[in-house]
């Protein structure tokens, strides 16, 4: 089993520590402007009818439903809860590519995190869904201390990684998990098919945010000759010439519209998105993210 977020289990306590203080920031930003709405304080909310009983207050009635059902109905109410945050993060074997020593999933590892400590501060219940080939863990949000420690040591933690990539079942997974409306975070860098109708489902009942996690490779192969390779999600095998200049244009080009695309569906279907590649301050990107979010009053998402 792999750590990412600390070099140990005994530091784990030692970088929240770090990680708590640099989510204060994010906090405040997620509870300002364009969230503002979203963390609304307790009140009541619709969640169904039921047959009428005697002692049933008659305003409560569902005219509607017992004009259709031949006998009275009243309308059901219950609490609303504070903004629930959710985060549905990628763990596949393409997260684990990256130059300069680090890979993706360790940029994407703290995002989350970070994210997971700014919800605590907010006290905010936090969820989420862990995935490769399969879905490896997956928890309903709470609130609390306890919850957050609980999910970054499961994010520092990496068992064997299953080929494949089934980012589509876990946005279908958060769909139905979320009772709520939430603010979703996609943390994945989207190398993967078959996610977007499930992606559109879960932007209409919730806020949703695209994080693509992006390294330097992914737009600027390195000069190395002919270069096997193996798609790390299908096991196909390829040999890449690296040093032909008309390669290199087209794997730039790949990228840009890879990114193009998913910018302008996220666009589409009212959900955000930011790029953070694994060279970014992290905290900066975010910070940005709220801040062009907020300044915009909500009606748009802003990103990188």
């Known amino acids: 089993m792999q750590q990412f977020l600390v070099g140990s289990r005994d530091s784990l306590s030692q970088k929240s520590s770090y990680l708590r203080l640099a989510a204060g920031r994010l906090a405040e930003s997620m509870k300002s402007g364009g969230f503002r709405s979203l963390y609304r304080g307790q009140g009541i909310e619709f ?45 596949s074997s393409s997260m684990f590519i990256g130059s300069k020593g680090k890979v993706k999933y360790e940029t994407a590892a703290e995002t989350a995190a970070l994210l997971t400590l700014a919800g605590e501060l907010n006290e905010s219940p ?22 957050s420690m609980h999910l970054l040591t499961r ?3 990496v068992e064997k990684i299953t080929q494949g990539s089934v980012l589509g079942n876990a946005i279908t997974g958060a ?13 994945s860098d989207f190398r993967s098919a078959g996610w977007e109708e499930p992606f559109k489902l879960l932007a209409q009942k919730n806020d949703v945010a695209a994080i ?45 519209r890879r990114s193009s695309k998913l910018q302008n569906f996220c666009a589409k279907h009212g959900a955000g998105w ?15 993210f709220f801040a062009a979010r907020n300044s915009n009053h909500g009606h748009k998402w802003g990103g990188r």
Request: charged share 25%; aromatic share 10%; hydrophobic share 40%.
């Open 274 to 288: 930011l790029s953070i590649s694994t060279e970014e301050d992290v905290v900066r990107q975010l910070s940005n």
């Open 175 to 187: 769909v139905k998990m979320l009772k709520h409306h939430s603010l979703v975070f996609v943390i």
């Open 47 to 91: 969640s169904g009818v039921r047959e009428y009983l005697r002692g049933d207050d008659v305003r409560s009635i569902d005219w509607n439903v017992t004009a259709r059902m031949g006998k009275p109905f009243v309308k059901m109410f219950e609490e609303e809860h504070e903004l629930q945050i959710f985060l549905i993060v990628d763990r």
């Open 155 to 157: 994010l520092n933690q």
């Open 212 to 256: 693509q996690i992006t390294d330097s490779t992914d737009w600027e192969i390195p000069e190395i000759g002919s270069l096997p390779f193996v798609d790390s999600e299908t096991g196909k095998r390829l040999v890449l010439p690296t040093l032909s200049s008309i390669f290199k244009s087209a794997w730039r080009d790949d990228y840009r």
């Open 126 to 147: 936090v969820g989420a869904v862990f995935f490769d080939g399969c879905i490896h863990f997956s928890c309903t949000p709470q609130a609390g201390k306890l919850q």
